[in-house]
């Protein structure tokens, strides 16, 4: 999986950083690709300046209905009927992204040309294909607000070819069935468990994006074990109070979050417009002296789990 941070900033954008979006790019072979989590004011003007097309998103997955992360759904959507993409696409998110989309279309006179799906979501699992597995954690935010957990698969193990020849069985279909690790029959009568001849599977990768939130016993099971976790850091740990109180996290909050769900990597977001350069380079060295393998997203960083 490959991320790129379309917006960084929390409430208000800065002339350095966008409203908050993710775009996902799981490098699959299939029409389910592109992924984004959250459009923020602007997001459609972000891809603009990337290889990724509006007409390649299969799903879009939002973690909450407050304007910094929906603003840009809209015109996000009417942009990508204009240009005559008829591939379906299906919105993810909290009750009310249903009446906000239809309100908005209808009050604006717009509409879309391509199959638009709308699942409002409730904690739990979230969707399911033969690659990925998405599940929603509830968080601590002043509306309802989601993280989201995406697991990958575990990869079949590779087929010992070199000893299958030896045993006089050669390539072909039958090579197919036992990768798969299914048992098969041969013309001499011998039968052949494919399972003994896969070495051990390739763990998927693991990836947890979270809204805005205040800590919350949620976080950690959503966090647990990731690959890697992205994360708020709205403001600094002096000012974790205020945060709190406006269902935010400080920076060591988060990395003691990151910490203690064991994730390999932290890559923080979200940060207020009230911080310069020298700030955020400040907000970046209170995470890491908790969790060092943290990163500070900038607006069109391209981070690989």
């Known amino acids: 999986m490959e991320l790129t941070f379309l917006g960084t900033s929390a409430g ?147 087929l010992n070819a070199a000893a299958l020849k030896a045993q006089g069985i050669a390539p072909g279909p039958l090579f197919q069935q036992l990768k798969q690790g299914l048992s098969v029959t041969l013309e001499d009568g011998r039968v052949v468990n494919g399972q003994d001849y896969l070495s051990a599977p390739t763990p998927g990768k693991t990836l947890a994006i979270f809204g805005d939130t205040a800590p919350c016993p949620a976080a950690l099971s959503l966090a647990d074990g990731v690959d890697l976790m992205v994360h708020e850091t709205t403001l600094e740990h002096a000012m974790a109070e205020k945060a709190n109180s406006r269902g935010h996290s400080s920076t060591v909050q988060t990395a003691e979050l990151a910490k203690a769900a064991g994730v390999g990597r932290l890559v923080v977001t979200h940060v207020s417009s009230r911080y310069d350069a020298a700030g955020c380079a400040e907000l970046l060295a209170e995470c890491r002296r908790i969790f060092p393998e943290t990163q500070l997203a900038e607006d069109f960083a391209v981070v690989t789990v």
């Open 12 to 158: 208000v954008p800065t002339r350095t950083r966008n409203m908050t979006s993710i775009l996902v790019n799981l490098q699959q072979p299939t029409a389910s690709a592109i992924w984004l989590f959250d459009c923020g004011e602007g997001t459609q003007h972000q891809l603009l300046h990337t290889a990724f097309h509006p007409g390649k998103l299969d799903k879009i997955f939002l973690t909450h209905l407050h304007g910094d992360h929906l603003f840009g759904l809209p015109g996000l959507l009417c942009s990508r009927s204009m240009q005559g993409n008829p591939q379906p696409l299906t919105l993810y998110g909290p009750q009310g992204l249903r009446e906000f989309v239809e309100t908005a279309l209808r009050l604006s006179g717009s509409w879309t040309d391509y199959p638009l799906t709308i699942e409002e979501i409730s904690a739990g699992h979230v969707f399911s294909d033969e690659h990925y597995t998405v599940t929603a954690f509830a968080l601590n935010h002043p509306v309802e607000c989601y993280g989201y957990r995406i697991e990958e698969h575990d990869k079949p193990g590779a």
